[in-house]
């Protein structure tokens, strides 16, 4: 597993399931009393981490249902870190769509402001989760942020962020593959080959579901 990720950081070999079942028994009696006591309890945990196993268990209770009503704007700084410091596509991408993307969705206009400012980020990860953000959302996209977030990065030679540009638009084409189509004809000189690919992987595939 450590070699697979390339990570610095050893694993104790805890499969994805397991890990699960410890973190529910482990947080089963927690209480968070306040936003400020949920975000310590949790980078309490990831400062800590001696394995990797270990920042997944402080993203779990990052998204700990009964945190719900902490997933607000305020919360960004904690997440901020997470980020940053984590700096790898495991821990960004599940932050991204799991707990950037939902206060997203309920605090839309200062959170447009932050992912516009995070897309043209010197920091990688900042901007591959501007990107990533709205993976879920379908039919709810913000077409308009989704592009605007891509366009700093449109140029980069960076394998992740032209990774997470195509995996973006191809989650788009399953709500508009004719809109993905489009943007990808129009942008082909500047998106690279991988954005291409990964953009337009599933568009024969949707198309034949189409009635």
């Known amino acids: ?34 936003a400020s006591d949920w975000q310590e309890q949790v980078l309490e945990i990831w400062r800590g981490a001696q394995f990797r196993e270990e920042r997944y268990a402080a993203l779990y209770l990052a998204g700990d249902k009964r945190a719900r009503p902490f997933q607000t704007p305020p919360a960004m700084k904690m997440y901020e870190e997470l980020i940053v410091t984590g700096a790898w596509w495991d821990y960004v991408d599940d932050i991204a769509s799991h707990g950037i993307g939902p206060i997203l969705r309920d605090y839309p206009a200062p959170m447009r402001r932050k992912m516009l400012s995070w897309s043209k980020s010197e920091n990688l990860w900042k901007r591959r ?44 084409a399953w709500t508009d593959g004719a809109e993905i189509e489009r943007f990808v004809r129009l942008n082909r000189a500047r998106l690279s080959a991988l954005s291409c690919r990964e953009a337009l992987k599933n568009i024969e595939t949707i198309k034949t579901r189409e009635p």
Do not use: N
């Not at 050893?10 to 947080?27: E, S």
């Not at 913000?142 to 980069?156: H, N």
């Open 129 to 172: 989760t501007s990107i990533l953000c709205q993976l879920g959302f379908k039919a709810e996209t913000d077409l308009g942020l989704l592009y605007a977030c891509i366009e700093p990065s449109l140029g980069s030679r960076e394998f992740f962020l032209q990774k997470a540009i195509g995996w973006a638009l191809r989650q788009y």
């Open 1 to 34: 597993m450590q070699a697979y990720m390339k990570s610095a950081m050893p694993y104790h070999g805890v499969a994805a399931p397991l890990l699960r079942q410890v973190c529910k028994a482990a947080f089963a009696d927690m209480q968070f009393a306040t």
